[in-house]
Each structure stands twice: as C-alpha cells, then as structure tokens.
C-alpha cells in the first residue's frame, strides 16, 4: 500500500483523487469487498468487459470516468442496467457523445442486487487526525446527512457504537420484521478504513458511496480516494 501511495504521490506531488485503477490497487491491499470491476476505453472493450463481468442477470453498470469527476450520477454518466453487447455498445456511444471531450474511458461493474445503500468513509480532522465515518448512503447523502464519527483507530467497542450512532442504525441491525444487514461485513469494512487510515498519513479522505448491504454480504459499488 505504501508502494502505491508513493508512486502516485510521486507523479502527482500536490495530490489529488485517484483514477480508479489505482484506488482499485490500494484497496486490494486491504481486501475491501469491493465489486468486482473492469476499465474499458473503447466499445470493443466494453463489450469484452461486460460479458466477462455480467452478473447472473446479465445486467452491467457502465460510468463514465475522466480525471476530476466527482459526483457521476448527477452529470448522467452512470448507466445502470445494461443487458448485452447491443445496449453496452449503444451506452458507450451515449457516454462518448455527451463526455468525449474529458471521458478517457468507462468502468463496467455487474449490476449488483438489491441492499441498503450505506455509507463508510475516513475524513481527516485538523486537530484529532483521521475520523472513520458511517451512515446513509447513495445518491440522496448530500442532501440527508446520516453520519456518525469515531476517531482512529477504532476498537471493537468503537465499531458498535459507530455502527448504533447514525439515525439509519435500525436499517442495519433490524426493524419491523427486516432482518438485520452483514453487521460482521460491515464492521470489517469500518474496522480496515481505520487500519488503512492509520497505516497512511497521506490519505486525506475516502468515500465508500454506497456500500450496499445485504444480509449475508456487503459490496463496495463506488469508492473515492483522496491523497495528500
Ligand atoms: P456517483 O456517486 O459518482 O454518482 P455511483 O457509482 O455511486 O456514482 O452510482 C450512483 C448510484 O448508482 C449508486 O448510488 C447506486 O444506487 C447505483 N449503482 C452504482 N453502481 C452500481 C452497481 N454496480 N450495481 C447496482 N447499482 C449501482
Ligand atoms: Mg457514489
């Protein structure tokens, strides 16, 4: 992990977001369950990329990418539900059209199931260091701001309260009749963002939005990462 921050660092000296091939790399190094993914810059790879990855479904998610962006889905450059090398190949035509000018290429992720879009993350404060976030995630987090915080590194003890603290906790461990999400899943996640935070001084902040959760599993469906 230090291998990658320092290579990055040493081609972007001021910092700055990872593209996602490199934030991809990082987070392997702490076995993150994140979804699995391909980088496509050109239709014929795109296509190739969805019939690798498509999932029992058939379905792929395909988002534009290019240095910089940060919020993809309200600039329309995720496109979600794409069923074979027809509709693959008409969304990257779309994406190339609308973006082209920026867009260096696409990422394809299977179209995960339905679960809990949640919300895990590390922001670093001036004065105590990094902070472990959790809460609500997807599209809407902007707007419902559902987190709690827990210094770095967390306990055992941490992780619980982190996990009771935002005002989405009955979504994770259960209410009317919903069972309860992978609270061991996402503990590990908060427990791993603490690690890598802590292992790395250069990370200034990381999103997980969303994580979507399930009650036997969780998936990491877009990550950001921010060194410094
Ligand atoms: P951004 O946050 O930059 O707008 P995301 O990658 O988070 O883009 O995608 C936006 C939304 O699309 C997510 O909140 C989620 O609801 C949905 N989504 C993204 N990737 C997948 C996927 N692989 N499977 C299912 N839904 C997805
Ligand atoms: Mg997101």
Redesign the pocket.
């Given at each position: 992990a230090r291998e990658v921050v320092a290579r990055f660092l040493g081609n972007h000296p001021e910092g700055g977001w990872l593209d996602p091939t490199t934030a991809a790399e990082l987070l392997g190094h702490y076995a993150f369950p994140v979804?699995p993914?391909a980088w496509a810059s050109d239709e014929a790879e795109a296509v190739q990329a969805a019939e690798r990855l498509a999932?029992a479904d058939g379905a792929?998610?395909m988002?534009a990418y290019w240095p910089g962006?940060?919020?993809?889905?309200?600039?329309g450059?995720?496109v979600?539900?794409l069923r074979g090398p027809e509709q693959v190949r008409a969304a990257y035509g779309d994406l190339t059209r609308r973006f082209g000018d920026h867009m260096t290429g696409v990422?394809v992720?299977?179209?995960?199931?339905r679960?809990t879009?949640l919300f895990a993350g590390v922001v670093q404060d001036a004065v105590f260091g990094p902070l472990v976030l959790f809460g609500l995630?997807?599209?809407a987090t902007e707007v419902l701001t559902d987190h709690a915080a827990r210094l770095a590194p967390l306990t055992d003890v941490d992780v619980r309260e982190l996990m009771r603290s935002p005002r989405c906790a009955p979504l994770v461990f259960g209410h009317r009749g919903g069972g309860p999400l992978d609270v061991p899943g996402l503990e590990q996640v908060l427990l791993r963002l603490s690690r890598m935070a802590c292992d790395l001084p250069e990370l200034a902040e990381m999103d997980f939005?969303?994580v979507?959760a399930r009650a036997e599993s969780v998936?990491v469906?877009?990550a950001?990462v921010r060194l410094r």
């Open positions: 979804s993914w999932g792929v998610v988002k962006l940060v919020h993809k889905s309200a600039l450059a995720v979600l539900d990422v992720q299977p179209l995960a199931g679960g879009e995630g997807g599209t939005n969303p979507l998936v469906v877009d950001r």
